[in-house]
């Protein structure tokens, strides 16, 4: 059930007041009822002892009946010869029954109830009565008495209750107005220090989600800054060719090379983008989403991809794909990553003079899906292996063929998916690049609501 209270404070409060209402109504109940047996009980005992009293004194002098003649004692009493004459009564306009209970009794007097109680001695019975209403009367208003402070408390203890929670509160309060009067660009962690055991891993929590945003805001500064460094340069080179395509106009043969130098700058700028644009959808937020799919199937697909670049350079491509690889991941992604391993493969993967084999395989290793891509080129040293997977890291840093991307959208992809990507060396020659993914990728941790 959702309640339409938007503040936290107020809504603690609604809560604890229902509880403190509820509470003092239980408190006021219990004791209205207790002072009202407790005050039956002593005008029980009032009347027992009057009567005994009068019962001990053997008679009732002038100055005891004008008392017990006073109006305002509201207790009527009543005196019989055992023969059943009235001897004395203090109410003469009031008749109690001639035959009485000894003790207490209820009796009906003029058609009200009253509470009676007779004694008797060897020469008369008396009898000591009073009207229920009277007591009544007299209970509640004794047991409104007890209860009233308990009703003039609650509004105080509310009030009480009111301020508490505005106090123990504060925190989280001073915590809002810190993260509210950030710029967007303020990443720092909020302080921590003198928080309640409660709101300590929420902040914690927030800190550590402003930590992985400035990892990814340097990151995206560092891509940004990168991307426009390396495009720099194939459009400097693009801008040249038009120029010298400008200047040849009266050559056909230097006008034709131009052209085709033109078109070469043109195709590696268009890689480039590509390139960028696979790696920025990589990225963590930017990825596609998890669904089922065949990485046999995805594989091939990739391998189709990389046919035209197989034919260019007479490369040998062998498959060893099972029939079917059913997994949870990225189609997009993961056709992407294996694209790229394959044209490194192709690229960097033949000895000078030789056609370049490579080999794409896939296995199961228990819930791991294991892809291998096989080259027989001249491997690549041990000490180079993790820096190519860094972005813009090229084999040779003067060459315009490879944007330097690849290996980090692999990378990427890998890690999107809760796998993780490594070289190693092929059998018998070459390199060796295996990327190992779950089968059913690990969810991603979801962050704790506020009220």
């Known amino acids: 059930m959702t309640l339409p209270l938007a503040s936290l404070r107020t809504r603690l409060f609604a809560f604890v007041a229902l509880l403190l ?10 004791t209205y009822r207790n002072v009202r ?45 055992l023969d059943g004459v009235a001897v004395y009564s ?44 009277v007591r009544r009367r007299l209970a509640e208003a004794a047991a409104w008495r007890s209860v009233w402070p308990v009703a003039a408390a609650t509004p105080l203890v509310a009030a009480a ?4 929670l ?55 500064q560092a891509f940004v800054a990168d991307a426009a460094h390396e495009l720099r340069t194939p459009l400097t080179a693009l801008k040249l060719q038009v120029d010298v395509l400008r200047a040849a106009v009266d050559d056909p043969a230097e006008r034709e090379q131009a052209l ?36 046999a199937a995805v594989a091939r697909g990739a391998a189709d991809d990389a046919a035209p670049r197989v034919r260019a350079t007479g490369a040998m491509l062998t498959l060893h794909l099972p029939p079917t690889l059913p997994m949870t991941g990225d189609a997009e992604g993961l056709r992407s990553a294996v694209r790229n391993l394959l044209e490194n493969a192709l690229k960097y993967g033949a000895t000078p003079g030789t056609a370049p084999q490579v080999t794409l395989g896939a296995t199961v290793d228990g819930d791991v899906a294991v892809l291998r891509v096989d080259d027989h080129g001249p491997g690549l040293p041990a000490d180079q292996r993790n820096a190519v997977f860094e972005r813009f890291h090229r ?24 796998g993780q990507v490594r070289l ?5 020659s070459g390199l060796r690049a295996e990327l190992r993914l779950p089968l059913t990728p690990p969810r991603p941790p979801v962050a704790a609501s506020a009220a």
Do not use: C, K
Request: net charge negative.
């Open 260 to 295: 085709q130098r033109l078109g070469a700058g043109v195709d590696r700028a268009t890689r480039l983008v590509q390139q960028l644009l696979a790696l920025a959808r990589s990225e963590p937020g930017a990825a596609g989403a998890m669904a089922p799919l065949d990485l």
């Open 21 to 30: 209402l509820a509470a003092a109504l239980a408190l006021a109940g219990a």
């Open 166 to 220: 505005g106090v123990s509160l504060a925190p989280l309060n001073a915590v809002v107005q810190a993260a509210g009067a950030r710029r967007a660009d303020a990443l720092a962690p909020l302080p921590e220090a003198g928080l309640p055991a409660e709101l300590r891993p929420m902040v914690q929590a927030f800190n550590a989600l402003l930590a992985r945003l400035g990892e990814a805001f340097a990151a995206q």
């Open 90 to 133: 203090s109410g003469p306009r009031v008749t109690l029954p001639p035959r009485t209970v000894l003790g207490h009794a209820d009796v009906q007097v003029a058609g009200a109830p009253w509470r009676a109680y007779g004694a008797a001695t060897p020469l008369r019975v008396i009898q000591v009565a009073q009207p229920l209403a």
């Open 424 to 428: 190693d060396d092929a059998p018998g």
């Open 395 to 418: 084999l040779q840093p003067g060459g315009a063929d490879g944007s330097g991307l690849g290996l980090a959208i692999v990378r990427a992809v890998a890690l999107h998916h809760g």
């Open 37 to 81: 047996a407790e005050a039956d009980a002593l005008f029980d005992y009032q009347l027992r002892q009057m009567a005994l009293s009068l019962r001990d004194q053997g008679r009732i002098d002038p100055d005891a009946q004008a008392a017990l003649a006073d109006p305002a004692l509201e207790v009527v009493v009543q005196i019989w010869s």
């Open 161 to 164: 209750l009111w301020w508490l």
